[in-house]
Structure formats: C-alpha cells, structure tokens
C-alpha cells in the first residue's frame, strides 16, 4: 500500500461537513480503500477522539498501466497532526498484515494516545469552546501545540489562551512574552518570519532593521517595509510598537515586535461579552464562486463595501487587501487567504472569492457566510481531484451557498437552480437573471421572494416585494456599455449580494458606477486597448463557456469599429489568439477549439501550461478540435508570443485582436514591443494605473 497523495480539508467540503482527512493511495488489496478507512477511524476513536465519517471509493482509470487499483480515502478528524499520524499508523499496520505478520495494534494505539495527550486543551478550555459554539460563535484553534484560540472573526474576534487571565480581547501582551504564539499568528497573516527551532524559538542573528510604530504607521520610507512592519503591529492588537525586520526574498521578514501596552483585564469579561453581543463574534462575510466572472464580481463587491466606509478585507485572484493595504499577491482564492483575512482584527467587512481549487484541497475556511454567490457552472477543471462531471462540480461550488444565510442564484444557470436543494434550514434565496421573462425568476417573485434582473437594460431589484429601479446596466463601466454582456451578469449578481448585505438603491448604484476595471485594477479580464483603427482584448478565458461570452463583447466591438450608417463600412473581423492549460481533458481542449471556431474569424492557437503533456500538444488538440467544426482560419505555435505577433500583424483598420489566458498583461505588451515599439508604448500607457 503506498500513499500517493494526501491532504487536509479544514473545513466544510464536498465530503462532510466536518474536517477531513483525504488519501489517495495505491494497493493491490481487494478492500484496501475501505479497511484503511476503518482503520484510521479506529485509531483516531481510540484515543478518544469523537470521529464518526469515512469514505471510500476506487478511482477509474487514474493508476497507469501496470500499476495496482487507486483508492480515495476520506476520514473526519477533530487533530490534524492525530489524523497524519493516524493515516501513517494505519498504512503499517495493513502493510505488515500484507507481509503476513501480526499488527502491534496496542503500541500504535499507544504512540498516537501520547501525540493526543500532547495536544489536549484543558477541561476548562474545552467547557468554554462548547459554550462559545452553542451560542453560534465562530471558534478557531490557531495552533494544535500552543492551546492559542480565535473566538469569532475580523474586529470582532476574541483570542483565548488558558494561562492568560490578565490581558485585552487579543492577548497582546501575552503574545509579545510568548515568542512561538506570536509567529503562529504572524504566519496566518501571511508574513513572512525566520526559520527556528519550534521548541526553542529564538531571535535570530543578521542584520535587522527596526522599523517604528506610531498611532498604527510605519515610520519608513519604503512601501514594502511599512506594509509589512504595519500589519505586524495590527495582528498584535498595537497602534505603538517597534517592529525588528530581517532581510527576506521578497519582503522582509519579522523577527521580533517589541511594545508596552497597557495592562488589561478585558479577558475577565469574554464569556460575558460573546453573549451579549448580537453578532456573536461574526462579521459580515460574502463568498463569491462559479466557473466564470468570480474575480470581477468579487472586486465589484469589495468596491462597493468599502466605498459605503467598511474596513474590507478582500481575498481574490488580484491578491488580499485589507482596508484598501495589499496583504498578498497572485491568486488568492483558497483556505488559508481566506484565513488571513478573518483573523485581521482590523476587518469589518469580508469578501472572499472561493476558487474551485481550493474548496477541493483544503475545504471552505469559514463554518457559515452572511451571503454566498453561485455565478454559474460549467465544463473546466473536469478529471481533477475527484471531480468527473459538471454535476460533481456544481456539488464542489454549492459548498458556498450551503453555508450562506442567503443563498444568491442565477437563474438562468440549471445548477445554480438546483442548488437550492442544498441550503442550509433556513437559508434564503435571491435569483439573479439576464432575462426578466425567465421562469424561475417569476415564480420566486410571486411567492415573493427578492431578485436582481434585467429589464430594458435597466437593473431591477425587488425586495420584500417592492420593485426598484437601481441603475441603467450601461452606465456600469464593467459592460464596456452593454457590451461586455457577462459582466452585466455579474453586475446583476453583485448587486444581489449587496441588497441581501443590507446595503441601500444608492449605495448599490454608487459602487457599480465607479467600479473600474481595467488592466491595472482588475488584469486580465476583458481589458479593452484602444490602437488607432484596431482595438485589442485581454482576458483570462480558458474555457468554452469564457470564450463564448468573450465572443460577444469582441463581435459587438468590432461591429462599433468598422460600420457606419454614414460610411456603410463593413464591421471589423475579430481574430483570436487562443489556449488552454494542458491538464483539461482531451475532449474538453477539443470543446475548446470548437467553440472559438465557431465564434472568431481567424485563430492563432498557442501552448500555454502543458502540465504534464508533451510541449504543443494540448494546442495540437485545440487546433484539431477548431478544424474539425470548420469555420475559422486556424494557426497554431510553441508559445504565446509568436502567436501574438502573428495575429498582430494579420489585423486590418477596424479589426478586433482577442488575447486570451493570458498570465499578466506584460506578456502582451512585450510580444508586440519589437514589431511595432509605438504601440507597445501606448499598450503600457493604458495598462498603467492612473494617478
């Protein structure tokens, strides 16, 4: 039996609601899956721990040739590091079975006892958790060795540690005594510190840099140092402090915080406080997912929240920002960014975009959400961790609004529709729809449920059953003026998730007007250069559903670029250079191929991320799959920037050029620089930010 993949889902996933333990492993044993997944719940029940799921099933087709059968092992967990240990235990003791020796169940059973005594949190510490989790408060152990704990989320959050009696709400002054406490939560904020010894942690030797605190500012004048020495100071609670940097790779990291707060004895009072507060410890949290739009939607979203004055954590493809302070950088989607931004005291306000990935490697960061969005589902990412169909992966997406006290729905998406079976007790739903005629939108209506849609090319909104007129879908700058049609859905989606929030017609109306996306605020999705005669199209479109939608916004610019009533101009052709990352099926690269065929006049296919093909053969498959429907002229290359040159040079005035999956907007700009440097330069003008 050999362990070939493992992982730790820490919250709500597609298995069970609880935490997870998941194995992939290989062996040849008839009930390999099943025995090891009794075993490690054994072993866990063994040391009292209170486990009762499991789950098995035998993987088609993913072992090679030759190779045993594959199995998918799940386990609920209460410990991690109980649960690997467990998995390991398990895995020997069925492997000296197999070598037909007796199992030493007593000595494992024995060894894992001890790791588990070595963790246990005292009686009056588990007594207080209960207490806090059947008032409904959010409860978090930071650190399995350390006894640290997070009771609720973002301000209003409390920290618990049992030998700290005298200290305020987040142990600040115990914090900055314990060193390893300290680091944990430096970690979870996503910064960086130096490498030591778990058990002996000590400051480091190397040249440092102390970096002074006053009224929450970082006296310094490189950016990157006050960011960093800033959100050190705030994840400790201090407005005061001196913050000790060491060199890092990228940004320096922290070695000491060094302050003297004042003494406090707000810890007295927790139990007090969490029951008198309403909100139980929690924020305001939206969770945005679906296949397509999740990064606009969630930035227009956070625009809005904090333009209406909350502090806003937000978590996205863009990176983490906290109260407008860039936390973090490239794709930010899953658990431990989302994490980060609920255990920031300064948070108010939380906006995560929640990425397929990451609800499949490390499960859903937060038990519930005040709103959750569900934007669509269709075919990308099929054939990866267990997910075959769209079905499978409308179950992985529905995570999100099954944890939602509302759930916002398209409704004109027949898996968003049926995720409403999967709300929790409960739980409302607010549609959404392009389509004011849609069926399942009128009947929510009637029985008087809320919903967003378009009517006239107005956004409407209905609320406990009074209609408003919250805004023309032209005058958000997103829909390239009504062009752009998947962004007035996503507009409709955003302000669904804003109503349900509570947030007001005007508040909802002022954060889609002057939400901006563009390649500096929002790269990669649908950024529109303007060169002369020509217009150029950025997108991060990888998949069918994004290609033809992209299509659309393409099509409606070229036919603005080249007809005239005045002139009787032909429209402009739309040319496309296009790809797909290499681990996508081969019928969906084929489906691929099909659909930009059928909707671009000339394709110039290129080899993006092979990951795991051979170089140039996942364009071969899109290639083959466009010739194979007819239509488009089709070209095919090694790399992203021959194809853009190419395509570049075919255009003719009034033309539309498509770039689509791209990595960053650079790649763009460089392919084009050294056939015509003019151009580039202006590309680059448009894609700075504005001052």
Same mark, same amino acid.
């Given at each position: 039996?050999? /362990?070939?993949?493992?992982?730790?889902?820490?919250?709500?996933?597609?298995?069970?609601?609880?935490?997870? /333990?998941?194995?992939?492993?290989?062996?040849?044993?008839?009930?390999?899956?099943?025995?090891?997944?009794?075993?490690?719940?054994?072993?866990?029940?063994?040391?009292?721990?209170?486990?009762?799921?499991?789950?098995?099933?035998?993987?088609?087709?993913?072992?090679?040739?030759?190779? &045993?059968? =594959?199995?998918?092992?799940?386990?609920?967990?209460?410990?991690?590091?109980?649960?690997?240990?467990?998995?390991?235990?398990?895995?020997?003791?069925?492997?000296?079975?197999?070598?037909?020796?007796?199992?030493?169940?007593?000595?494992?059973?024995?060894?894992? =006892?001890?790791?588990?005594? #070595?963790?246990?949190?005292?009686?009056?510490?588990?007594?207080?958790?209960?207490?806090?989790?059947?008032?409904?408060?959010?409860?978090?152990?930071?650190?399995?060795?350390?006894?640290? /704990?997070?009771?609720?989320?973002?301000?209003?959050?409390?920290?618990?540690?049992?030998?700290? *009696?005298?200290?305020?709400?987040?142990?600040?002054? $115990?914090?900055? +005594?314990?060193?390893?406490?300290?680091?944990?939560?430096?970690?979870?904020?996503?910064?960086?510190?130096?490498?030591?010894?778990?058990?002996? &942690?000590?400051?480091?030797?190397?040249?440092?840099?102390?970096?002074?605190?006053?009224?929450?500012?970082?006296?310094?004048?490189? !950016?990157?140092?006050?960011?960093?020495?800033?959100?050190?100071?705030?994840?400790?609670?201090?407005?005061?402090?001196?913050?000790?940097?060491?060199?890092?790779?990228?940004?320096?990291?922290?070695?000491?915080? @060094?302050?003297?707060?004042?003494?406090?004895?707000?810890?007295?009072?927790?139990?007090?406080?969490?029951?008198?507060?309403?909100?139980?410890?929690?924020?305001?949290?939206?969770?945005?997912?679906?296949?397509?739009?999740?990064?606009?939607?969630?930035?227009?979203?956070?625009?809005?929240?904090?333009?209406?004055?909350?502090?806003?954590?937000?978590?996205?493809?863009?990176?983490?920002?906290?109260?407008?302070?860039?936390?973090?950088?490239?794709?930010?989607?899953?658990?431990?960014?989302?994490?980060?931004?609920?255990?920031?005291?300064?948070?108010?306000?939380?906006?995560?975009? $929640?990425?397929?990935?990451?609800?499949?490697?490390?499960?859903?960061?937060?038990?519930?959400?005040?709103?959750?969005?569900?934007?669509? %589902?269709?075919?990308?990412?099929?054939?990866?961790?267990?997910?075959? $169909?769209?079905?499978?992966?409308?179950?992985?997406?529905?995570?999100?609004?099954?944890?939602?006290?509302?759930?916002?729905?398209?409704?004109?998406?027949?898996?968003?529709?049926?995720?409403?079976?999967?709300?929790?007790?409960?739980?409302?739903? %607010?549609?959404?729809?392009?389509?004011?005629?849609?069926?399942? @939108?009128?009947?929510? @209506? !009637?029985?008087?449920?809320?919903?967003?849609?378009?009517?006239?090319?107005?956004?409407?909104?209905?609320?406990?059953?009074?209609?408003?007129?919250?805004?023309?879908?032209?005058?958000?700058?997103?829909?390239?003026?009504?062009?752009?049609?998947?962004?007035?859905?996503?507009?409709?989606?955003? !302000?669904?998730?804003?109503?349900?929030?509570?947030?007001?017609?005007?508040?909802?109306?002022?954060? @889609?007007?002057?939400?901006?996306?563009?390649?500096?605020?929002?790269?990669?999705?649908?950024?529109?250069?303007?060169?002369?005669?020509?217009?150029?199209?950025? *997108?991060?479109?990888?998949?069918?559903?994004?290609?033809?939608?992209?299509?659309?916004?393409?099509?409606?610019?070229?036919?603005?670029?080249?007809?005239?009533?005045?002139?009787?101009?032909?429209?402009?052709?739309?040319?496309?250079?296009?790809?797909?990352?290499?681990?996508?099926?081969?019928?969906?690269?084929? +489906?691929?191929?099909?659909?930009?065929?059928?909707?671009?006049?000339?394709?110039?296919?290129?080899?993006?991320?092979? =990951?795991? +093909?051979?170089?140039?053969?996942?364009?071969?498959?899109?290639?083959?799959?466009?010739?194979? #429907?007819?239509?488009?002229?089709?070209?095919?290359?090694?790399?992203?920037?021959?194809?853009?040159?190419?395509?570049?040079?075919?255009?003719?005035?009034?033309?539309?050029?498509?770039?689509?999956?791209?990595?960053?907007? !650079?790649?763009?700009?460089?392919?084009?620089?050294?056939?015509?440097?003019?151009?580039?330069?202006?590309?680059?003008?448009?894609?700075? &930010?504005?001052?």
């Amino acid at each position: 039996m050999r /362990i070939v993949q493992q992982r730790l889902l820490r919250g709500a996933n597609l298995y069970s609601p609880t935490p997870c /333990i998941v194995a992939v492993i290989e062996s040849p044993l008839a009930e390999a899956g099943p025995q090891l997944a009794y075993t490690v719940r054994f072993l866990q029940q063994a040391c009292g721990e209170a486990v009762e799921f499991m789950y098995a099933e035998l993987e088609d087709n993913k072992a090679a040739a030759g190779d &045993p059968p =594959r199995w998918r092992v799940v386990v609920q967990y209460t410990l991690e590091h109980l649960a690997q240990a467990a998995l390991a235990a398990a895995v020997e003791l069925i492997a000296a079975t197999g070598r037909g020796e007796a199992p030493d169940i007593p000595a494992a059973v024995a060894t894992l =006892r001890a790791l588990a005594e #070595s963790m246990a949190l005292p009686a009056a510490t588990q007594a207080l958790l209960r207490e806090a989790a059947a008032l409904g408060v959010p409860v978090q152990r930071i650190s399995e060795h350390g006894g640290l /704990i997070r009771l609720g989320w973002g301000q209003r959050q409390w920290r618990y540690l049992a030998r700290a *009696d005298d200290d305020n709400r987040l142990l600040t002054n $115990t914090l900055l +005594r314990e060193r390893q406490l300290m680091r944990s939560l430096l970690i979870e904020a996503q910064l960086g510190v130096p490498a030591e010894d778990f058990h002996a &942690p000590q400051r480091q030797e190397g040249e440092r840099l102390r970096v002074q605190i006053l009224n929450g500012v970082a006296q310094h004048a490189d !950016a990157a140092v006050r960011g960093v020495a800033q959100r050190a100071a705030a994840t400790l609670g201090l407005a005061h402090a001196q913050v000790d940097l060491l060199p890092g790779r990228r940004l320096p990291k922290v070695d000491a915080v @060094l302050a003297a707060p004042p003494p406090s004895q707000e810890q007295h009072g927790l139990l007090r406080a969490l029951h008198a507060d309403p909100a139980r410890g929690r924020i305001p949290v939206i969770g945005i997912t679906g296949t397509n739009g999740k990064t606009t939607t969630t930035l227009m979203i956070a625009h809005a929240v904090q333009l209406a004055g909350f502090r806003t954590g937000c978590a996205s493809t863009q990176g983490i920002t906290v109260a407008g302070d860039l936390y973090g950088e490239g794709d930010c989607t899953g658990y431990w960014s989302h994490r980060a931004v609920l255990a920031s005291p300064q948070t108010e306000f939380a906006v995560l975009e $929640t990425a397929r990935g990451g609800l499949l490697k490390r499960g859903l960061a937060y038990d519930r959400c005040s709103v959750g969005v569900m934007l669509n %589902v269709s075919d990308d990412h099929l054939g990866m961790d267990g997910v075959d $169909t769209v079905e499978q992966l409308a179950r992985v997406k529905s995570l999100v609004v099954s944890a939602a006290d509302t759930a916002v729905l398209n409704a004109d998406d027949a898996h968003c529709v049926a995720a409403r079976a999967r709300l929790a007790p409960g739980a409302r739903a %607010v549609y959404f729809s392009m389509k004011p005629d849609n069926p399942v @939108l009128l009947a929510h @209506l !009637a029985q008087g449920g809320d919903a967003v849609w378009l009517e006239n090319e107005v956004i409407m909104l209905s609320q406990r059953q009074v209609r408003q007129r919250v805004m023309p879908a032209t005058h958000v700058p997103a829909t390239s003026g009504g062009l752009a049609r998947y962004n007035i859905a996503n507009s409709l989606a955003a !302000a669904a998730a804003l109503a349900a929030s509570g947030f007001s017609v005007m508040q909802i109306s002022a954060g @889609l007007s002057s939400f901006e996306s563009n390649a500096a605020t929002n790269p990669l999705r649908s950024n529109v250069f303007e060169l002369g005669a020509m217009t150029i199209v950025l *997108d991060y479109a990888h998949n069918p559903a994004a290609y033809s939608a992209l299509a659309t916004l393409a099509r409606g610019l070229a036919q603005g670029q080249g007809q005239s009533k005045a002139t009787g101009q032909a429209p402009g052709r739309v040319l496309a250079v296009v790809t797909s990352p290499g681990d996508r099926r081969d019928a969906d690269l084929a +489906r691929t191929g099909a659909t930009c065929a059928a909707h671009f006049d000339e394709l110039f296919v290129y080899e993006s991320a092979s =990951r795991g +093909r051979a170089h140039g053969e996942a364009a071969q498959i899109i290639a083959d799959g466009a010739r194979a #429907s007819g239509g488009a002229a089709i070209h095919t290359y090694d790399h992203a920037a021959a194809a853009v040159q190419e395509a570049y040079l075919a255009c003719r005035p009034g033309d539309v050029l498509v770039f689509a999956c791209g990595t960053e907007v !650079a790649t763009l700009i460089e392919a084009i620089r050294p056939i015509d440097a003019p151009a580039a330069s202006r590309l680059a003008q448009q894609a700075a &930010p504005t001052a």
